[in-house]
């Protein structure tokens, strides 16, 4: 973890913004990550029920794109698949779910090594960004399954909540605010940094470089202090040093 | 489950209602639910992380009602403290960090037996409400400890969303409704029955009758079923039979 080494991460905050198609807020920075030499993408679309229907919706992106997209739920052999891929892409909804599927399908040793180690784009999107990092505790999904861990593929030693959402102060409503909850998880000891990424935001890694990007901003939590607002283009690069992350 | 027994269960869907103290908008309710005969109420903190304040909380309510309160994270033996208890309440807060504690201090068995067998009143709020169902996995909570299991109590065979939130049409966030991550849980093969109760409502249960209290309402989801909209007053007593709960 933090070592120098090819990783490459888009990690995006959700999938479709208000008034956009999917993935369209973010085609642009999905296309400069990707670049010309990838030529087919890896879907993962473990987090939705209905897989063919969710490969569709992101194979039509992608090709809109220039870019070919095989989903591992047609393929025989998903952990060859994954060995096999130039990219991966991995979608949103259900959290837990997907990460169930992740572990039922024995893919995240071979995911973490294509990234890690090969050097292959990773791109998720809401769950395929909480899945991205240390652990899925800071998801706002509703446990509809269990997985046998809430350890995720670590590609970075910290936590995102996508969607992340201000508090707000004209709701009635008395359920914890999204802050209130990420403090709770701070409430417990030897909890990482959890970076909270609006919509609209994504988060780039390249090797030891992390960067806000999108227009939103993200609020971050660190634990025992008081959370800090940052704008697009913040270098985030100090939260990919294990250990080294409770202080930027 | 669902067999005649003397089962007494209050579970409210939220602790506070806005404009009114802890247990305000209940207190009518606690009092004729726990009645004369009950002198002391064993009071489970185990949601929240501090304790010793969420007692003092409890406490001051439950005296202002004409009942004594005890903690059970000050007594040196939790299982024992169950097995003298008269009444027991199960307050709110983080519903995995709940049921985890549960677990480590092995007493679901215990008050499944209490409850159940001996028939002393249960009472629950929002967390404390989602472990006296089936299962926690419809929470509303961030997973920021993993139990080891998401089986709860079992005092009901269905499971129940407190704090239920109806879409906000002028919404422009993305994250899914609170209808939509019920409906997710419900692709999921052999899922009971979802009682989403509204804050301000509450369902009481008396041996094989459950009605619906409160003013607020409730929306009940059945698998592979369009939600039903239920007023005040609503017998729910066929949840309660196992196996049938599938059909009203």
Do not use: W
């Not at 599927?101 to 292959?120: F, H, M, P």
């Not at 909480?130 to 269990?146: E, G, H, K, L, R």
């Amino acid at each position: 973890m933090g070592a120098p080494g090819p990783r490459r991460l888009l990690l995006v905050s959700n999938s479709t913004l208000r008034g956009g198609g999917y993935l369209g807020h973010c085609q642009q920075h999905v296309r400069s990550f990707l670049g010309q030499k990838v030529k087919r993408v890896l879907f993962i679309p473990y987090a939705l029920h209905d897989r063919d229907a969710y490969a569709k919706t992101a194979r039509e992106k992608f090709e809109s794109l220039g870019y070919g997209l095989d989903s591992i739920h047609d393929s025989p052999d998903p952990v060859e698949a994954v060995r096999k891929s130039e990219a991966i892409f991995i979608g949103g909804g259900n959290t837990f779910r997907l990460l169930k599927a992740l572990y039922d399908n024995s893919l995240l040793q071979e995911i973490r090594k294509r990234v890690l180690e090969d050097g292959i784009p990773y791109m998720g999107s809401s769950a395929g960004t909480n899945v991205a990092t240390f652990s899925i505790n800071t998801t706002n999904d509703m446990p509809i399954v269990y997985p046998p861990s809430l350890q995720a593929l670590g590609l970075v030693p910290f936590n995102i909540n996508p969607h992340y959402l201000d508090p707000d102060v004209n709701s009635t409503h008395m359920g914890e605010t999204r802050a209130e909850r990420i403090l709770q998880y701070h409430e417990e000891p030897n909890t990482p940094p959890v970076l909270g990424l609006r919509e609209g935001a994504m988060l780039l890694v390249e090797g030891d470089k992390a960067t806000l990007q999108g227009v939103t901003g993200a609020r971050l939590f660190l634990r025992g202090e008081k959370p800090t607002e940052h704008e697009p283009g913040t270098d985030f690069s100090f939260l990919l040093t294990d250990g080294n992350s409770q202080k930027p």
